[in-house]
């Protein structure tokens, strides 16, 4: 094998391996990005982030001490996050819509508030438009539905104490 052979093999290895290495770097950045802003939220109320999750863009946390939720989402331009007083909802529940047929189109936690002028929170953990693939989005919603739930009945509980 000469050196030119070589040479242009290297080239072409290095041309295909780039948008790989490219877009890698792209989803570490975009994740350290979410990650600070999800952060600073809770710092920004002088609260912490007991427990957390992080995928596509989004963020999810609790500190079930002060039961609060903290959402935060970021899309393209478009920025959404919420601090969320659990002690003012009654509970949570899941929303899952098709498109018609197997497919998943959107997953939600929607937040029922105590008083009735108060209008329901919905938090989305899934949209087609955004990304084709679910990836563990199921899951985390099953997974933050039990612990809003939760955290929801143990605010009761200290209410009825009181």
Same mark, same amino acid.
């Given at each position: ?6 040479? *242009? ?7 295909? +391996?780039?948008?790989?290495? !490219?877009?890698?770097?792209?989803? #570490?950045?975009? @994740?350290? %990005?979410?990650?600070?802003? $999800?952060? @600073?939220? +809770? ?6 982030? !007991?427990?957390? /999750?992080?995928? $596509? ?17 970021? =899309?393209? /331009?478009? @920025?959404?996050?919420? &601090? ?10 899941? #929303?899952?819509?098709? /498109?018609?047929?197997?497919? =998943?189109?959107? &997953?939600? !936690?929607?937040?029922?508030p ?6 329901? *929170? ?12 679910? /990836?563990?989005? %199921?899951?985390?919603?099953?997974k ?16 009825k104490?009181?």
């Amino acid at each position: 094998m000469d050196s030119g052979t070589l040479i *242009i093999g290297l080239i072409i290895l290095v041309i295909c +391996a780039l948008p790989f290495i !490219l877009s890698g770097r792209n989803r #570490i950045t975009n @994740e350290q %990005n979410i990650k600070k802003a $999800f952060f @600073e939220l +809770a710092q920004k109320n002088n609260t912490s982030i !007991l427990q957390n /999750d992080f995928w $596509f863009k989004t963020a999810i946390g609790i500190n079930t001490t002060s039961h609060q939720l903290f959402f935060y989402r970021k =899309i393209k /331009d478009n @920025e959404t996050s919420a &601090i969320i007083n659990l002690s003012e909802y009654q509970k949570c529940s899941i #929303i899952k819509l098709n /498109d018609g047929g197997n497919n =998943i189109d959107i &997953i939600q !936690l929607v937040l029922v508030p105590n008083a009735a002028k108060k209008s329901k *929170i919905i938090l989305e953990f899934y949209n087609s438009r955004f990304t084709t693939m679910l /990836d563990g989005e %199921n899951q985390l919603v099953d997974k933050w539905s039990k612990i809003i739930n939760e955290t929801i009945i143990n605010t009761l509980k200290i209410k009825k104490v009181v």
